[in-house]
């Protein structure tokens, strides 16, 4: 299993199931994006990549005629290279509220990284995918009834910034969700002539109650580990996983969302857990200079593992009277393993360092051998 930090943009990059060309029509885009998971297409010409275009852009227009160009459409996302790291596109995907990125080389598209790659690649991982809905869900979240209309719901999402609510009844029970893709599909279809041509007519917009558009829930337990409820999300083609009470009613969401934030967290806060044993003996002086070396040496480490915990343990033997002999043996715990070396000298500075040189030596064999493979 590769430790998320080494997990970069071309190990996960896709070939997009579909493009579309700045020449095409809005009409064809909205066609080809109600077929995509993300719900965004790369815009690309005689192979060189000139942005995106996405369905959420497109509902926050207010008019859109339908045999309109894509190009006066298309907008351009940050664009990453194929060893941009899944944390920085983690990162990049929340700040900027994007589902994919492209991984551009020069001016060609090589590939899209979707939030669904980055998703199952993290879900892999015990430090995210061991962990709890119940951790990342949020408790409160906001909901439709099911007797609102559509323009009302596409308008509030819109603003809200949201790709999918749940839809609950008059007595809070959770009924069925909505997502951006399900109101499109009506909003594409004009009820007047008015509004024909047009992806949103203002002066009569297409209305229907949300509860005739909206799809079952799929929901989860808070028991349950993210990597379970990545594998629900996507088995089921959904961005949004609800968790209901005893009685069906709307007690939480967790959206993939939620699961992006879960990486960067462990980016911005996991530390290990350092432990120095036997020190009862040593000198208060020498202290300092100790864990100023373990310091150092696990950026060194963080360059092969994510280090969970490190736990140093002193043994001093053989005193003379100015003279004493440390045995120093390090522990490394990391997600996947765990190392034990040892090393004595008559410096108990000295005599670390080489457990560090010792254990970086062992690391960077075994990365060696991982990446031949």
């Known amino acids: 299993m590769v430790p998320l930090k080494e997990i970069k943009a071309k190990d996960i990059a896709e070939k997009p199931a579909e493009v579309i060309s700045p020449e095409e029509t809005i009409s064809e885009a909205v066609g080809k994006l109600l077929k995509t998971e993300e719900r965004v297409l790369p815009?690309?010409?005689?192979?060189?990549?000139?942005?995106?275009?996405?369905?959420?852009?497109?509902?926050?227009?207010?008019?859109?005629?339908?045999?309109?160009?894509?190009?006066?459409?298309?907008?351009?996302?940050?664009?990453?290279?194929?060893?941009?790291?899944?944390?920085?596109?983690?990162?990049?995907?929340?700040?900027?509220n994007l589902r994919a990125l492209p991984v551009v080389k020069g001016?060609?598209?090589?590939?899209?990284?979707?939030?669904?790659?980055v998703l199952k690649a993290a879900a892999q991982d015990p430090l995210v995918g061991g962990a709890r809905v119940g951790e990342i869900m949020?408790?409160?979240?906001?909901?439709?009834?099911?007797?609102e209309n559509s323009t009302h719901a596409v308008r509030f999402m819109v603003m809200?910034?949201?790709r999918a609510l749940p839809v609950v009844d008059s007595g809070g029970k959770v009924t069925g969700v909505v997502g951006l893709k399900d109101l499109m599909r009506v909003l594409e279809k004009p009820q007047s002539k008015s509004s024909k041509g047009e992806v949103r007519g203002e002066k009569e917009p297409t209305e229907v109650l949300v509860k005739s558009i909206?799809?079952?829930?799929?929901?989860v337990s808070v028991k349950a580990t993210i990597r379970e409820a990545v594998e629900r999300m996507l088995s089921n083609s959904t961005n949004i996983l609800v968790i209901v009470d005893e009685e069906g009613r709307l007690a939480g969401i967790v959206t993939?969302?939620?699961?992006?934030?879960?990486?960067i967290r462990l980016k911005k806060e996991t530390r290990p857990f350092i432990q120095i044993a036997g020190v009862d003996d040593v000198h208060a002086d020498e202290l300092p200079a100790f864990q100023e070396i373990i310091e150092k040496n696990l950026k060194k480490v963080e360059r092969f593992v994510e280090p969970v915990a490190i736990t140093v343990r002193i043994k001093h033997h053989h005193h003379t009277e100015d003279k004493t002999k440390y045995t120093v043996s390090l522990k490394l715990s990391t997600p996947y393993d765990i190392y034990v070396v040892e090393e004595w000298d008559w410096g108990m500075s000295t005599a670390l360092n080489k457990c560090f040189?010792?254990?970086?030596?062992?690391?960077k064999k075994e990365k060696e051998r991982r990446t031949s493979r």
Request: net charge positive; glycine share 2%; charged share 30%.
């Open 43 to 96: 815009v690309v010409e005689k192979k060189s990549f000139l942005g995106m275009i996405s369905l959420k852009s497109l509902l926050k227009r207010r008019k859109i005629p339908l045999n309109a160009k894509v190009r006066h459409f298309t907008f351009m996302p940050p664009r990453i290279d194929p060893d941009t790291s899944l944390f920085d596109i983690a990162d990049i995907m929340i700040y900027q």
């Open 107 to 117: 001016e060609r598209l090589k590939g899209v990284v979707s939030i669904r790659s």
């Open 138 to 147: 949020n408790p409160s979240p906001a909901s439709l009834s099911e007797e």
């Open 160 to 162: 809200e910034d949201y």
């Open 214 to 219: 909206s799809t079952p829930p799929v929901t």
């Open 256 to 263: 993939e969302r939620d699961v992006l934030e879960k990486i």
């Open 357 to 363: 040189r010792k254990l970086q030596k062992i690391l």
